[in-house]
Structures are given as C-alpha cells and as structure tokens.
C-alpha cells in the first residue's frame, strides 16, 4: 500500500514536494487557500484576465504547465480554497475547511496522513514608521499581488522601499501595470550589499540564473529611469485622508537615521518590505520545534515531530529556488524513498545562497530609532509604540504576556501575525504560542459535524 502524503501549501516548496512524492509512489493530496497553485512566486493572471490579455501571461506559462500536470496526477488530490484550521496532535488529524474563506457552506473535512509536509511559506515583514497605518501604504507583497494577480496598480505615481532583492521584482511588476515607480530605495549601504555578495564569489557559479534575473531587473529600471538608491529608508508617510507624500533618509549600516539628508517626494503610494516573516502557526500546532522563528529541519527536512516534514519559508527565507529544492527532499523522504545525491547537492546549494542573501540585506538594528511615541505598532488594536514602552516598563506587569493583556497589542484580527515579530524585537521575547485554532472559523463552522474522510 502506498504511502499517504498531505502537504499543505502549493507554493514552490509544496508543489516540488508533491511532484518528488509521487515520482516514490505516494498518494498526495495538495491544500491551498489560494484557488490556483503557485503561490506568491508563480501567481498568475484569472482566466477572465488571461482570455482578454494573452500577451500578458506568456512569462511562467511552461512552469504554470507542468505544475498543473502534478497536480493532475491519478495519484494527487488538489484542493483549492482549503484552510488548515487546526492540527489534533494526539490523532495527527489535519482539519480543514474547504470552500471560499469569505463565503458561507465551507465543508468541514480532517485528515489522517502517514506523512504531513508543512510548506506554508511566508509573508511580508514591514517595520513601523510614523504614517504606516495610511491608506496607499502597501506591503510590497500586496503590490505585487495585485499587480500580478489582478492587473491592478496600487497608485498612479508609487515609491518602492525596504531591504533585499523581492523589491526588485515589485517594481518590475507596478511598471508592467503603468504605475510610475519614482524610486526604488534599498536601506543596507553599498558597503554591506557589496560584502554580502562578494564574500567568496566562487560560489556563486552555482548561481549564474541569478545574475541574469538581476540584469533583467537593472534593465527594466534603467528603461523607465527608475533610480536604485542604496542607504535610504522610509522613515515617514504624510497624508489627511491617505498618503500624499513620504520621507526618506539616509541611513547608516545599523539603520540608525543621518540627520539633514531627509527628502520628501509626493506619491499616491509607498510598497515597503522589509524581509518576511515564516508562517509557523501549523507547525507549532504539531509541536514542533522553533529556532528564532523558524522550524528546525534535520537534513531529510524532518521536524522534530514523527512524520512531520517541513520546507520552504518556514524553515529559512532563501526564496523560490530554496524552497523548492528543499521540498523536492521533503517529498521523497515523506514518500519512504531515499533522495539522490544531486538532490541534495541543489538543496545545499540553494541554502548557501539564502545563507548570502541575508548576509547581504539584514535588518538593521536601530530602526526604531524612527519611531514616535505617537507611533502606531499594533495596526490591529492602534497600539502606539509610548504605550508599548511604558508597559515593558512597568514592573508590576513583567513578561510578554502581561505586556499583550496591558496593551492589547497582538490580540486583533491579525492576531500578531504582523506586529508580533516587531513587537518581541522592540520588548523582548520570541516565543510564539501554540493556538488551537491555527486560523480563523465561524462558530458555526467550529459545531458543523466533520465530514468523513475522503476516499
């Protein structure tokens, strides 16, 4: 009897996993909350889009292809619109709701795999600054996801801002829908780029497709006359109603503001990124094991929980090709078979260039150096960051706990997803709590009765 493989997330990492699961002879069922597979990565236009503008969606067509193929293997189930709400460790159950997460009737459904992989990837971080609670304040995720998933621009005249490579692609994506990008500005220095990257340059050999995708970007810059500043940050957005103009700065290695070299440039829009986040809720609601954030993976990408494999974002940033060399290795190990070599050799590789990619784009420590006390950091709850600080440092009230109940910060709808991560840095702490109910659900749907397992 084959093994019965469930992975959740159909992303890079996911979609591999799939793929190297079913080539060891696994049933695989694949769950997504998005309705098509690819993730951020691979998003695509809808099909209503795609028969009005079918010179807009050439680029990724052989990879939108062959995926679908996967998906549509006599051994893979694809469900579209599913939410993983829950994770019964006990009974290692994955319950799950499918259906339109903003509509009513969502089936409720469980699971019960002999092998679980965990590819829930990551989202956006976006550090506070005074002003970033405006509308026309995107995360540069958004931006790209309307971009490339709607055809839609989130401003006319739009400045593109924070630190690494993904903003590259971001303002490539707001050109292709006419916006005008009046600037992209990367907060590291030259000099900490240029020492990320040109640490022992032999071994970006390995990574020759990434040169040619930088050039790509560089030249679509330079033939909108889109300049790439180095050393600048948002440090502030303006508006009554909306964002009308943000200010920038000069920084220095550690982020920390030079006085006299603000700027002031007029938008109907600013996308900010700053990194991402994992998205470890699931795998905490398995049990497994967390090192600064991320799930630790031994070198089969097993968790430290049995049968629970995890990849992509949530066990390291390193972006597409990272995450789906290391779900190709989850895949076939969930699967029972053994990966080959050159697997595991693309999977190291892969690594060593998130490993470079952090070294080059960091965050800078002194960031908050640009808030105000007046500055909102819970967006949820309108938790100011003065709020924040007198909590911490009351004594009666020690602990992050106390510090959540005292401000409210991290109870909202988002439920610290966003201000979480920026909160613990701000006060300390980096625990994250295990939820048993990992994602949103109507009460309603909490008292339906569970379906039966599908066949």
Not at 249 to 265: I, Q
Request: hydrophobic fraction near 40%.
């Amino acid at each position: 009897m084959s093994t019965n493989v469930v992975i959740v997330g159909a992303g890079p990492a996911g979609l591999a996993a799939a793929e190297h699961a079913l080539r060891a002879g696994a049933r695989v069922t694949v769950l997504d909350q998005a309705e098509t597979p690819g993730g951020q990565y691979h998003r695509m236009l809808p099909e209503a889009y795609a028969a009005r503008r079918p010179d807009r969606i050439q680029h990724g067509r052989a990879e939108f292809d062959r995926r679908r193929r996967v998906l549509a293997h006599p051994r893979c189930q694809w469900w579209p619109g599913s939410t993983v709400w829950a994770f019964d460790r006990a009974e290692k159950r994955v319950h799950v709701l499918r259906g339109r997460s903003d509509g009513g009737g969502r089936r409720r459904l469980s699971l019960v795999p002999d092998a679980l992989i965990l590819a829930t990837g990551a989202h956006d971080r976006t550090l506070p600054f005074p002003g970033w609670e405006l509308p026309g304040v995107y995360t540069a995720g958004a931006a790209q996801a309307l971009a490339k998933g709607e055809r839609v621009a989130i401003g006319r005249r739009v400045l593109v801002a924070g630190a690494g490579p993904f903003l590259l692609p971001v303002a490539e994506s707001l050109l292709g829908v006419r916006a005008e990008v009046v600037a992209v500005l990367e907060a590291n220095p030259f000099a900490t780029v240029r020492k990320g990257w040109s640490s022992r340059p032999w071994r970006l050999a390995a990574h020759a497709g990434k040169a040619g995708e930088l050039a790509r970007y560089a030249a679509t810059l330079a033939r909108h006359r889109v300049p790439y500043r180095l050393g600048r940050a948002v440090i502030e957005a303006r508006g009554a109603d909306r964002v009308r103009e943000v200010v920038t700065a000069k920084v220095r290695a550690d982020w920390s503001v030079v006085p006299g070299t603000e700027r002031t440039y007029e938008v109907d829009a600013v996308c900010v990124g700053h990194g991402f986040v994992p998205q470890p809720e699931l795998a905490v609601a398995a049990g497994c094991v967390l090192d600064e954030g991320f799930v630790r993976v031994d070198a089969a990408q097993r968790t430290t929980v049995d049968g629970v494999f995890a990849a992509g974002e949530i066990t390291g940033i390193g972006g597409a090709i990272t995450a789906a060399a290391e779900g190709a290795v989850a895949g076939c190990v969930a699967a029972g078979g053994k990966p080959n070599p050159a697997l595991l050799r693309a999977r190291d590789r892969a690594r060593t260039f998130a490993e470079r990619l952090a070294t080059a784009h960091p965050i800078g420590t002194a960031w908050r150096s640009w808030l105000r006390e007046d500055t909102i950091v819970c967006r949820c709850e309108e938790t100011t960051y003065g709020e924040l600080t007198r909590a911490a440092e009351d004594a009666s009230c020690p602990g992050p706990h106390a510090l959540k109940l005292g401000t409210r910060a991290g109870l909202g709808p988002c439920q610290g997803r966003i201000c979480g991560p920026t909160v613990c840095e701000l006060h300390g702490g980096t625990e994250r709590h295990h939820r048993p109910i990992v994602q949103p659900i109507r009460l309603g749907e909490l008292a339906a009765r569970t379906e039966g397992e599908p066949g």
